[in-house]
Structures are given as C-alpha cells and as structure tokens.
C-alpha cells in the first residue's frame, strides 16, 4: 500500500444493509480508509459459503459520497465479494476485507454455517486480508458501541502487519459492553442439539423451523472461542482455509494400500 | 456396529433427488447397508453449509421399500442431514453419511462452496464418518459406472476403520472411465477468476450469471487433488472441519499486544 493513499476497504455482511451491525462497522471504519460496501438486499444469516448459480446475480448503486461508495446485492455474501470484486472495483484489488457487524455468535463451529464468515473465506481465498466481527446478540437494535474501540485496533492491526496466506480473523465480540480483555483463541469443539422446532401446516406435521442449542465439548476449555466469550473476552479466532487434514494423510495412505486401493 | 446389523447409512446430495448422480450411489450402496435417503427436492449447487433460517423446513416420504427410505426436503443439504437426524432417524445414529456423487468437481477450494461437502461437514460436525463422492463432469447424463468399484471400496475402508474426530473425505473422480490409480491429498491452492458473465435484462447491464476459470497456484504439486485429478486419478482428500489456523496463534498473540490489545 502506498504511503500516502488511503486503504480500500471492501465490506459486506450477511444480515443484509438494513441491519444496525453493518450501518455501525461502517461507522466504526470511516477515519481507516475510503469504503466500498456491497452487501445483500435482504437478511441472508446461515448461508456459508453458498453462491447462487441458478438465477442471475443484480447489484445496484445505493449511495456515494466522499470515501463511501454503498451497493445493494442480490445475491449471497459470498457473492458480494465475488461481484464487487469484478464490477465496481474495476480491478482495484481492496487493502482488506471486512465483514460484520454480525448480529449473533460465530464462533466455534458456527464459522461453518456463518454467512458472515463466508464473505471473509471469499477475501481470503483471493489473497486479500479479511477479518469478520460478529456480537453475540441477536437483537436488531443491539448495543455495539463497545465493538467500537476493538474493531479499530484490529483493522488497524491487520492494515499494518498484514495477515499469513490463506488464514484470516473471525473475531466475536460478548454480548456486554463490559469487555474484559481479548484473548487470540481456537476454534471451539462442540456440536447443535434440539434443532427443529414442529411448525404445523394445517395437518401436515413434516414442517420445521431451524433453531437448537450448542454443545461445547470442553467447556473448561481456556484456549478455545467459546470459554473466552463466556468469560467477557474478545475472541479473536485465526482460521484457515485450507482445510486439508494433513495428520491423517499418512494413516489414510496406509488405510488405502490396504483396502487394495 | 453390531457384527449381524447392516450398517445404517444416510445420503444426501446437492443436485437433488432427481440427479442421476444420487440414483446411482443409492444403486452403489444398497449392497452395503440400510440407507436412508434424504435429499433436496430441487438442485442446490454452490450451497456450502447454507441453512435455511427464514422459513421452515419440509420433508416428505418418496419412497420406502427394505432397506431404502427415500425423502424429498425443501432445504438446503446441511439442512438435510440436520432434519434427518431430528425427524426420521428418531434416535438412530448413522454408522456412515454419504453425498454426492456430485455432478462436477468439488476438489481445491471448491470444499467451501460445495453443497455436497455441506452434507459431509455437517456429518463430520455431528461424529459421523462422512465421505462426499464428486464427478468432475457436469453432464446430467454423466458416466458414473467408473466410480462404483472405488465408491464401494472406499465406504468400506471407512465402515472399517472409522475416521480420526473432525476429520471427514472429500473424493474426487476424473472425467474418465479409464482411472490410473488412487492418490490420497492436499486441497490444492488456487483460486477462480473471470467469475462473472453479463446478462442484462432490458437496459440494466448490472445483472451477472456466475461462471469462471479455477487458477491453480501450484499446478506442479504432485500432492494436491487438482493434480490427481489432471493426472487421471480418484483424489482422496481428508479434510478437518476445525479451521483454526494453529499456525499463527502465537504470531497473532504477539500482534495484538504490540497493539495493546
């Protein structure tokens, strides 16, 4: 990045540009660098990595003025980035990637399912820095003031050291405006329970709404995502994406020669 | 397993039920075990781990006959898996998922959009050995008679051995019937570009179809699935559904306290 230039931030969410959480990031991200927001038209929680390949993709002009450009998306988080990128960055390639405010928890393995995360897998994979925040609360009028401080000496952070290849930042914050420090953490192991709750339609008893409940494998845990946000804390989670389990590469060979394969 | 149970293994896919892929891993497994089937009712490429949370979710009875249920389901693939833990297996735990056989490649980094690897990741996330088989040919009618040998052999290796925790298999079949062996990978680096084709609609040019041209960074690297599969062999890729960049914890610990995080 040239000295006297400022970054080029690229920004996107997954609970659409009406959310509280993606209008304060860009609040939060305005004295950092000139930003071009694309994010979706619509509320997309829950879509991963997903791109739409079955209908056409439509991006429109919502907003433009000194250092913020906003766009408005049809398609998924994932492919935000990816359109933004190839039209109205024409080329530019943006200093980082940012994704958020998240209104709801991403850690553990939520980073799986995490639309949020999805548009920083996207940053990622084209070799851009990318970090996520997400606040574990689910109100659309959530209190993130105290995200304020954090997000800014985080991207701060990254524009100065610049982050690995193929690894980038899902940073949660606690639902309080009480932080009690920030701790650099693993993923968390656990698994969802009681995810379906009956939805009836008439007589037909086959209808559903996702919800559930997480279950942390090693609550006690101090290293990993899930114990520091119970303990108040920052959690800021390096992921790759590579993911390539590479300890079992010897093992599986072996498996292989002796199945004949 | 009980040595005298059949083992129960649920399938899914991304394309949908109605894709010749799915029919013919059904007609590949059926020696193996009991399968329960519960698949998208319509395709559902590109859907990563995608759920679905603004509406509810329905299933339907297709088809049940020994040793085979088949259901239809309104959601995405994770949501398959998910719903057919909760709802039909009622208690049951699979001794094995299995998804695909894709139509088209799921090798690199497509791990993260793939639908097919959705079902998989969410199988690994819940213990389950999970496998997704892949065809890197799009065709609907695409030729899977080559697949059947290794499809058999590689869900018996696994019902056999199980699979280390958070660690599932991505397998990947080259467009060719005539195969040159097994090599077990890396998620090969790369990344797509030329991403995007214009399709407008009247005098709006902002309306995008999704295509693209995968860029292997590293296409000499004999031990990535995009060689393997270049070179006419089945990629076997194990891959580990925690994403934590081990790597760069420390660098990262000492980041943030120079920035007095």
Known sequence: MEANKRPLILVSNDDGLMAKGINELIKFLRPLGELVVMAPEAPRSGSGCALTVNTPVHYQLVRKEVGLTVYRCSGTPTDCIKLARHTVLDGRVPDLVVSGINHGDNSATNVHYSGTMGVVIEGCLNGIPSIGFSLCDHASD???SAA???????VGMVLEKGLPP???LN???PATTDIKGVRVCQQAKGHWEKEWAPCPRLDDTNYYWLTGEF???ESD???DDHWALNNGCVAITPV???MTAYAFIDTLDAYCREAGL
């Open 171 to 173: 940073v949660n914050f």
């Open 221 to 223: 845990n101090e290293n």
């Open 215 to 217: 279950i942390d494998h």
């Open 166 to 168: 193929l690894t980038c």
């Open 148 to 154: 304020e401080l954090y997000v800014r000496a985080i």
């Open 240 to 242: 790759t994406v590579d």
């Open 142 to 144: 959530a209190d993130f």
